[in-house]
């Protein structure tokens, strides 16, 4: 079964960056689309950004170009650069993989903190 690993979490100042990455222990093309989510506590679990096998992303507009969502298909990766991190982002961000027949994986979730 593929699994989806994330890691790159921490804790920053506002302003500060991080990189998120998602690691897929089978083929990334095992999934049409992947994409990263965000969930603060007491918040429902929202989007963050998406990318398709082909390269196509979509991000929430509440980002306001801060983030950026790549992808190494050799490295079976995925990458989430948040540059300008806010306090308001401070939530657990989950990768997540849309399956071509239509399941959907989810990796453990790393924790992001911005401090004021």
């Known amino acids: 079964q593929v699994q989806l690993v994330e890691s790159g979490g921490g804790s920053v100042q506002t302003g500060g960056s991080l990189r998120l990455s998602c690691a897929v222990s089978g083929s990334i093309f095992s999934f049409n689309y992947m994409g990263w989510y965000r969930q603060s506590p007491g918040k429902a679990r929202e989007l963050v950004a998406r990318?398709?096998?082909?390269?196509?992303?979509n991000y929430a507009d509440s980002l306001e170009g801060r983030f950026t969502i790549s992808r190494d298909n050799d490295k079976n990766t995925v990458f989430l650069q948040m540059d300008s991190l806010k306090p308001e982002d401070t939530a657990v961000y989950y990768c997540e993989g849309d399956r071509w027949n239509g399941g959907v994986s989810w990796g453990q979730g790393t924790q992001v903190t911005v401090s004021s």
């Open positions: 990318i398709s096998s082909g390269g196509l992303t």
